[in-house]
């Protein structure tokens, strides 16, 4: 089945503590990016990649980071978590750039 | 910037009913607009992709159309159901590299 899947689905963790949601597809997409989703603010884009080790930064990347080393899999790093990074993550992929993107299930995080 | 705009914020209709979502954004050069539908606590299923050079797509009930020029676009559902109760979400595509959503409807029908 044609799917993204992220891991995990929930994680509740601690200021500082360094964290890892991965995200992978099996389409073989060469576009992936992630959301992050917040009540009144909506879905905003935090970084995309185009292709394998070719990542850019979306409309919030401060205090995340992302890397691109197989063009199935792109993690999103929270190096030191703060309590604003409580979100709902949404990793999405696409053929190309500017094709119909494909949804992960989402990963609720919260940090306290 | 691209800011996109969906009203009504909350719609409840009785089932049966046809009716229309409204999506609006600012900047006209857009690559393509695509529907979602999400359900509480689940991700984004994706329902219609328009083209910037289509003016409308079908699937099912489901009827999105695209004026580009006015910068509008509508979803229409025919015959709603309790099962289309959901959050229906327009994101607009403008460079390519990353999809502007706007808040969203949430629908409810009612049996």
């Known amino acids: 089945e044609a799917q993204v899947t992220q891991n995990p689905r929930y994680l509740i963790t601690v200021t500082g503590k360094k964290l890892t949601v991965t995200c992978s597809q099996n389409?073989?997409?060469?576009?992936m990016s992630w959301y992050r989703q917040d009540p009144g603010l909506g879905l905003r884009q935090i970084y995309y990649?185009?292709?394998?080790?070719?990542?850019d930064k979306g409309d919030v990347p401060e205090g995340y980071k992302v890397s691109r080393k197989e063009k199935r899999n792109f993690p999103l790093i929270l190096e030191s978590p703060s309590p604003n990074q409580t979100s709902l993550y949404f990793c999405a992929s696409s053929l190309l750039q500017g094709d119909e993107q494909y949804f992960g299930p989402g990963t609720r995080l919260t940090v306290t | 910037k691209q800011e996109v705009t969906q009203i009504p914020a909350a719609l409840s209709v009785p089932e049966g009913e046809n009716l229309v979502l409204n999506c609006s954004f600012t900047d006209s050069a857009i690559y393509n607009l695509q529907w979602f539908r999400q359900d509480p606590g689940k991700g984004l299923t994706s329902l219609l992709l328009?083209?910037?050079?289509?003016r409308e797509q079908t699937s099912g009930r489901l009827n999105a159309s695209l004026d580009k020029s006015s910068g509008r676009s509508t979803l229409y559902i025919a015959a709603s159901q309790p099962g289309d109760s959901a959050t229906y979400l327009c994101a607009v595509n403008n460079a390519g590299n990353m999809l502007t959503f706007g808040g969203g409807t949430r629908l409810m029908v009612k049996p």
């Open positions: 328009i083209q910037s050079s289509q």
């Open positions: 990649s185009m292709n394998v080790e070719v990542t």
């Open positions: 389409m073989n997409h060469e576009y």
